[in-house]
C-alpha cells in the first residue's frame, strides 16, 4: 500500500469514527439520528437529524489537531451552499415538508483518547 493510500484511508477511518462520536453526542442532547452519508449531486449530509418537528441537518468536521483552524472554521460560504443544496435535494427525496435547521459538529482528536467536541446549532443564522 503506497503513501497516498494510507492517509487517504487514515483519514477515511477519522472521518467515520468523528461520525460516529457525533452521532453519539447528538443523541445525549436529545436528536434522533434518522441518516447518515446521503449523497446528493452537490454534495453530502453528513448525519440527518429528528429535534422534535424540526429536520436537522448535521455537518460533521473531525480534525486531528487546530494547527490549521478549529474544525468549526472549515465550514465556509462554500459548504454552506453545498449542505443548503443537498438538504433541498434530501427534501424533495423523502417529501419533508417541515423546517429544516442546521448544526456543526467540530471534533478535535483527544491525545488521551476520544475527542473534545462542540456543537453549534443554527450556524448560518
Known amino acids: 500500500m503506497g503513501t497516498v493510500s494510507r492517509i487517504r484511508s ?3 477511518e ?6 460516529k462520536a457525533a452521532a453519539d453526542l447528538l443523541r445525549k442532547r436529545g436528536y434522533e439520528v434518522v441518516g447518515a452519508g446521503f449523497l446528493a449531486r452537490r454534495g453530502e449530509l453528513d448525519l440527518v437529524c ?4 424540526e429536520l436537522v441537518v448535521v455537518e460533521v468536521k473531525t480534525r486531528t489537531s487546530d494547527a490549521f483552524g ?3 472554521e472549515a465550514v465556509g460560504t462554500r459548504k454552506r451552499r ?3 443544496a443537498a438538504a433541498a435535494e434530501y427534501r424533495a427525496l ?3 415538508r417541515g423546517p429544516i435547521r442546521y448544526a456543526v459538529v467540530g471534533l478535535t482528536v483527544n491525545p488521551k483518547g476520544g475527542f473534545t467536541s462542540e456543537l453549534i446549532e443554527d450556524p448560518f443564522d
Open 94 to 96: 423523502a417529501g419533508w
Open 70 to 72: 478549529t474544525p468549526l
Open 82 to 84: 453545498a449542505l443548503i
Open 14 to 19: 477519522l472521518g467515520k469514527a468523528g461520525e
Open 50 to 53: 429528528r429535534r422534535g418537528k
Open 10 to 12: 487514515a483519514r477515511l
